[in-house]
């Protein structure tokens, strides 16, 4: 069977996920861009990955950094994924961030922010999958998720 792109991304898109925001620092510019292939992947090593299109104009920043953060948006963080989706120099406003311990800026109000270390990443298709080793994590114990579902934010009833 030849597989259309655009019905196989409607299939996936019928996959409820949550939305994140990857954080890092390239050439000491701080970077965001809004993900929803963020997966856990293993508790010991603690590893997760998210996955980065290949034709991204910030590929490059995106796909090799030390260190990155990964943050789970609430459902009041709407308007940060539409800002960090847009496509230009993903700069990440100076009042959305602190710096965490290993150096990534971390997201304020985030349910969860995910510091990493890159692990190790793989070609993936047309996407670069990449690993990351949590080395430190804050969660919120409030709060509910943004939510992305058929192609459109969903909020938990
Ligand atoms: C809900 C949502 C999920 C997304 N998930 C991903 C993803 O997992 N990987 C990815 O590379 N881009 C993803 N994007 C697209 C990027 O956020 C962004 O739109 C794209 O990187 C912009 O193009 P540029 O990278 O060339 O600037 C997603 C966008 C949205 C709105």
């Known amino acids: 069977m030849d597989i259309?792109?655009?019905?196989?991304?409607d299939a996936l898109g019928r996959f409820a996920?949550?939305?994140?925001?990857?954080t890092t620092i390239d050439s000491q510019k701080p970077l965001?861009?809004?993900?929803?292939?963020?997966?856990?992947?293993?508790?010991?090593?603690?590893?997760?990955?998210?996955?980065?299109?290949?034709?991204?104009?910030?590929?490059?920043?995106?796909?090799?950094?030390?260190?990155?953060?990964?943050?789970?948006l609430s459902?009041?963080?709407?308007?940060?994924?539409n800002l960090y989706a847009q496509k230009g120099d993903h700069l990440l406003h100076p009042d959305h961030y602190r710096i965490g311990k290993y150096g990534s800026p971390i997201l304020r109000d985030?349910?969860?922010?995910?510091?990493c270390k890159l692990e190790t990443s793989h070609e993936g298709g047309d996407h670069l999958i990449i690993i990351g080793r949590v080395c430190d994590m804050h969660t919120r114990s409030?709060?509910?998720?943004?939510?992305?579902f058929s192609g459109a934010y969903r909020e938990l009833h």
């Open 4 to 9: 259309d792109s655009r019905e196989l991304r």
């Open 17 to 22: 996920t949550g939305v994140c925001v990857i």
């Open 32 to 72: 965001a861009m809004t993900v929803n292939s963020f997966a856990s992947v293993s508790l010991d090593p603690p590893l997760v990955l998210w996955s980065l299109q290949n034709n991204s104009d910030i590929y490059a920043a995106f796909a090799g950094p030390e260190h990155f953060a990964i943050n789970i």
């Open 142 to 148: 409030t709060g509910k998720p943004l939510l992305f």
């Open 75 to 81: 459902k009041d963080q709407q308007h940060l994924s």
């Open 110 to 115: 985030a349910l969860t922010t995910l510091e």
